[in-house]
């Protein structure tokens, strides 16, 4: 029952550097979704895949790049790193229409300095 | 740009009293509506979700919500709080009106007090 598994779980790193996050799902979900979250500011949407090989922008995605070589996974880059990027990003699958909810991993705590 | 409002970025219940968190939309159509709860360093969890079959929703751990078009609100509601239940709610919704993709509102925590 693994579900939505990120990678890593915490990440410090400077001002300039770069990293990827990755989100990993195992319930065959065609839409995934990449997701930070501010105090005070709920969650906004960065990045979002309707299927494999495809992407999205969301709301806030400057300064953000994702690929979906494969269904399951869902990967966010970070070519440049900024202290405003220090935040907590989710990611999330859902298997497609708009009324189905989305399955949440636990989360990737990134600090810049 | 359609959005999600929820009233009270912080509240505080006594243990075994009501608790009532405020949800508002904008939308002219009638969007899909979830809550969901977010414990301290984890990911979020569908509490309850609103697709148009009944307008009283009822979700886990003895949350329920009700479904007012006339005053586009969406709030959620258990009648009598345990200390487990202290955590971050948020609301969200979804429909063609929103692109079709989840929006959250800035959510709520919840504190209860023994």
């Known amino acids: 029952n693994a579900g939505v598994t990120q990678t890593p779980k915490f990440r410090v790193l400077k001002t300039g550097q770069s990293m990827t996050l990755l989100c990993a799902q195992d319930?065959?979900?065609?839409?995934m979704y990449w997701y930070r979250q501010d105090p005070g500011m709920g969650l906004r949407l960065i990045h979002y895949?309707?299927?494999?090989?495809?992407?999205a922008k969301g709301e806030v995605p400057d300064g953000y790049n994702v690929s979906r070589l494969k269904k399951q996974n869902f990967l966010l880059g970070l070519e440049s790193a900024a202290p405003s990027q220090t935040s907590v990003y989710f990611c999330?699958?859902?298997?497609?229409?708009?009324?189905?909810?989305?399955?949440f991993g636990n989360g990737t705590r990134l600090t810049v300095t | 740009a359609q959005s999600v409002t929820q009233l009270g970025s912080h509240v505080s219940v006594s243990e075994g009293a009501l608790v009532l968190l405020r949800c508002n939309y904008s939308?002219?159509?009638?969007?899909?509506l979830f809550w969901y709860v977010q414990y301290p360093n984890q990911g979020l969890q569908l509490l309850l979700k609103?697709?148009?079959?009944?307008?009283l929703v009822k979700g886990i751990n003895g949350f329920e919500a009700e479904f007012k078009k006339s005053e586009t609100s969406f709030h959620l509601t258990k009648p009598s709080a345990h200390m487990s239940d202290a955590a971050e709610y948020f609301c969200?919704?979804?429909?063609?009106?929103?692109?079709?993709?989840?929006?959250f509102g800035a959510g709520t925590i919840l504190r209860v007090k023994s």
């Open positions: 319930m065959n979900h065609e839409y």
């Open positions: 969200a919704v979804s429909g063609e009106e929103y692109g079709n993709k989840l929006v």
């Open positions: 939308s002219s159509v009638p969007p899909y």
């Open positions: 895949s309707v299927g494999e090989g495809t992407t």
């Open positions: 999330a699958s859902s298997p497609g229409s708009s009324n189905s909810p989305l399955h």
């Open positions: 609103y697709t148009s079959a009944a307008t």
